[in-house]
Nanobody, 115 residues
Framework: QVQLVESGGGLVQAGGSLRLSCAASGSIFRINAMGWYRQTPGKQRELVARITTGGSTNYADSVKGRFTISRDNAKNTVYLQMNSLKPEDTATYYC?????????WGKGTLVTVSS
């Protein structure tokens, strides 16, 4: 089994920054990619940013230029630096790990951006 533990969420004013972290542990064999998704009540979970083991990244259009995903392969940890936060970024952010065709999820961390 794979465990993902997120940290770094909280309350921030619009224009501020937060850094999310996600550490993976357990049955880690060959990670394909790690990433961050977010979800608000009544809406589908959406991709925010994703990074492969090789370092390739992709971002949602809404966060390009403001968010940066990075990864420490040795520590099986992924980070999401979020700058210039907007109220519409308010959501529960979930860490995801892709391994052998299976997606694993963290429990989520709440990010609230006040206007």
């Amino acid at each position: 089994q794979v465990q993902l533990v997120e940290s770094g969420g909280g309350l921030v004013q619009a224009g501020g920054s937060l850094r999310l972290s996600c550490a993976a542990s357990g049955s880690i064999f060959r990670i394909n990619a790690m990433g961050w998704y977010r979800q608000t009540p009544g809406k589908q979970r959406e991709l925010v940013a994703r990074i492969t083991t090789g370092g390739s990244t992709n971002y949602a259009d809404s966060v390009k230029g403001r968010f940066t995903i990075s990864r420490d392969n040795a520590k099986n940890t992924v980070y999401l630096q979020m700058n210039s936060l907007k109220p519409e970024d308010t959501a529960t952010y979930y860490c995801a790990l892709e391994q052998r065709g299976v997606n694993y999820w963290g429990k989520g961390t709440l990010v609230t951006v006040s206007s």
